[in-house]
């Protein structure tokens, strides 16, 4: 397996393929088409004796050689990639890519939108938006399956870097004309009604009533859902109480009968991070892309 009989090239392949899980998919990323794919693959699988990849349903799924190989391999290839986009600006109105991001659903309705209206002027850009979960967060930026992922703030290793994209604050939501739009919200006034609690656990307290709880009270919950948006149908046609944050209930607003009040008390922001992993990060591709949510943020919070 003398590397001087290994085309460099075909890492690239390899590692397009594994980031992809399909020849068509890997193809389209590299611009080459599928039977060149095919055939560097078939060169691979003769240089290391080995299949490499497996095809199950639609996936092409490593073999426990080509992950081995990848977690050498990968490092020495980032290096690589990394010297030649010191002199390679990345153009967004010329070059193609694909930006792969892991959002939760609240998340694709505060970013996306922004977001695709901000790329308008650049018609060779994608975005692919997957739920990923969070234990597998990680693995998928060290693969190169995500360029990114946008979560609340999460213990990472060293190798996965992250900063803070924004502050949510939470906002008290009743319908129009509800007894709680007649006057300040007090304490006493929020615990009297039942309230909505969204979770995806089955069981256990929301964010907002740790607080609650340290200040020695707690809210009658009346209803505990899975989605903020199914909370808010409901409470535009009950007395119920909902507490979420604010930037989610602020675009549900704009199409639903309710009102966005300010709690009784300070509860503790929301911190959406954004978070990459270090191999990647001076990718010009995603430097630029870092630069763009970063703008959406400070665009929403413009006067």
């Known amino acids: 397996m003398a590397l001087n009989r290994l085309d460099l090239n075909l890492l690239y392949v390899f590692d397009t393929i594994y980031r992809e899980g399909s020849l068509t998919r890997a193809a389209h990323a590299l611009h080459l088409t599928q039977p060149a794919i095919s055939h560097s693959l078939a060169r691979l699988r003769d240089h290391f004796d080995d299949p490499l990849f497996t095809r199950q349903g ?3 799924v490593p073999t426990p050689l080509a992950r081995r190989f990848l977690e050498s391999m990968r490092p020495g290839l980032t290096q ?3 010297a030649v986009n010191q002199f390679h600006a990345f153009d967004p109105a010329s070059q193609r890519k694909t930006y792969t991001l892991a959002l ?10 922004q977001l695709v209206a901000n790329l308008q002027d650049y018609p060779e850009l994608e975005i692919a938006s997957q739920r990923v979960a969070r234990r597998e967060m990680e693995t998928q930026l060290a693969a190169g399956k995500l360029d990114f992922a946008v979560d609340v703030l999460l213990p990472v290793s060293d190798q996965t870097a992250h900063e803070l994209l924004r502050q949510d604050r939470m906002a008290v939501i009743v319908r129009k004309g ?9 304490m006493e006034r929020y615990l009297e009604h039942h309230h909505v ?9 929301g964010i907002e009533d740790f607080e609650l709880s340290r200040l020695g009270v707690q809210r009658k919950i009346r209803l505990r859902c899975q989605h903020y948006y199914a909370a808010c149908r409901v409470v ?9 944050p604010e930037t989610y209930a602020q675009i549900i607003a704009e199409r639903a009968n309710i009102e966005l ?11 959406v991070q954004l978070y ?5 990060e001076k990718e010009p591709a995603l430097l630029w892309l870092r630069e763009q949510l970063h703008r959406i943020n400070q665009e929403r919070n413009a006067p």
């Open 276 to 280: 990459w992993h270090k191999a990647y």
């Open 178 to 186: 509800h007894p709680l739009t007649l006057d300040t919200i007090t």
């Open 197 to 205: 609690l969204v979770s995806s656990r089955p069981q256990g307290p």
């Open 58 to 60: 639609n996936q092409m």
């Open 261 to 271: 009040l300010a709690p009784p008390t300070e509860l503790p922001s929301i911190d």
């Open 236 to 244: 535009e046609n009950s007395d119920l109480v909902l507490t979420m």
């Open 80 to 82: 690589i990639q990394g």
């Open 104 to 113: 939760r659903d609240i998340l694709e309705s505060t970013f996306l939108p």
